[in-house]
C-alpha cells in the first residue's frame, strides 16, 4: 500500500534509489546514463530550459523524455518507465495536478512505485503548492529556475540503485 498524497512529501520515496531517510549519497556517483527524466511543460522554452539543465548536470540527452501537456505525460509513464517528472502544474488539456493524479492511480493499480514527480511552476501561492503536493507530487521547484535548484532536486530525489 502506498502512502496517501498529503504524507508522501519528500523522503517517503526513497526506497526506489535509497533507503529512507538518508541523505543524498554525494560519494557515491550515479550512473546517468541509465536515468530517465520526463520534462512535461506546454511552453518549449521552458522545456528546452530545464533539458539543457540537465545536460550540464550530465545527463544523456537521450533519456531526457518530454510531454506537452499532461495527457501525454500519463501516456509516457504508462509506455515508459522513469525515473523522475518534473511536472508543470498549470497546462492545457490536462493539468499538472491531475495528470499526477492519473498516474498515482496507474501506479497502485499496477503495483508500481511512485515516481517522483516534481511540481514546476511560476505560481508561488501557498494553495497552488498544497494542492499540487495534494494532487500526489512529491516536491516544489518554481519557475524560472536555476542550475542550483535543479541540481538540489536531483540531488534529493536521485539517489544511487542498490
Not at 28 to 43: F, Q
Not at 66 to 72: D, P, R, T, W
Not at 126 to 152: N, T
Request: hydrophobic share 40%.
Amino acid at each position: 500500500m502506498f502512502p496517501s498524497p498529503a504524507t508522501r512529501h519528500l523522503s517517503t520515496n526513497a526506497p526506489l534509489f535509497g533507503l529512507p531517510g538518508q541523505p543524498p549519497h554525494s560519494d557515491r556517483k550515479v550512473d546517468l546514463s541509465d536515468v530517465h527524466i520526463l520534462i512535461v511543460d506546454d511552453t518549449g522554452l521552458n522545456r528546452d530550459l530545464v533539458s539543457r539543465m540537465l545536460i550540464r548536470l550530465g545527463f544523456d540527452p537521450a533519456c531526457l523524455l518530454v510531454a506537452h501537456n499532461g495527457i501525454e505525460a500519463v501516456e509516457w509513464v504508462r509506455r515508459h518507465p522513469c525515473d523522475l517528472i518534473f511536472m508543470d502544474y498549470h497546462m492545457p488539456f490536462m493539468d499538472g495536478a491531475e495528470a499526477t493524479r492519473k498516474i498515482r492511480a496507474w501506479e497502485r493499480q499496477n503495483n508500481r512505485r511512485p515516481v517522483p514527480i516534481i511540481a514546476f511552476t511560476s505560481d508561488a501561492s501557498p494553495s497552488v503548492r498544497f494542492q499540487a503536493l495534494g494532487s500526489g507530487m512529491d516536491d516544489f521547484l518554481l519557475k524560472p529556475c536555476r542550475l542550483e535548484g535543479v541540481r538540489s532536486i536531483i540531488n534529493l530525489w536521485l539517489y544511487v540503485r542498490d
